[in-house]
């Protein structure tokens, strides 16, 4: 089992920036891919930003240049730096963790950029 958690989120102004992480612990694999989705009211769960062990990087048009993602594998952790937050950024974003062909999902963490 592989349990992730994720922090970071808050209340953020419109073009200011935050950055998530999410830890796992528990039955670390070395080969894997951890994604970053988002989920609005009444939208459906969105693939935002994902990354491989061997560094192949992905983001959903709507983010490109504004939100990176990155991994410190000796701390387990995926990282998602956003700039230049905007309101339709405002979401649950989701941690997610492939290997060995199980995924397993964090809780989520709040984000709600907001003048």
């Known amino acids: 089992q592989v349990q992730l958690v994720e922090s970071g989120g808050g209340l953020v102004q419109p073009g200011g920036s935050l950055r998530l992480s999410c830890a796992a612990s528990?039955?670390?694999?070395?080969?894997?891919?951890m994604r970053w989705y988002r989920q609005s009211p009444g939208k459906q769960r969105e693939l935002v930003a994902s990354i491989t062990n061997t560094g192949i990087i992905n983001y959903t048009d709507s983010v490109k240049g504004r939100f990176t993602i990155s991994t410190d594998d000796g701390k387990n952790t995926v990282y998602l730096q956003m700039n230049s937050l905007k309101p339709e950024d405002t979401a649950v974003y989701y941690c997610?963790?492939?290997?060995?062909?199980?995924?397993?999902w964090g809780q989520g963490t709040q984000v709600t950029v907001s003048s």
């Open positions: 997610n963790r492939i290997q060995e062909s199980a995924e397993y």
């Open positions: 528990g039955r670390i694999f070395s080969i894997y891919r």
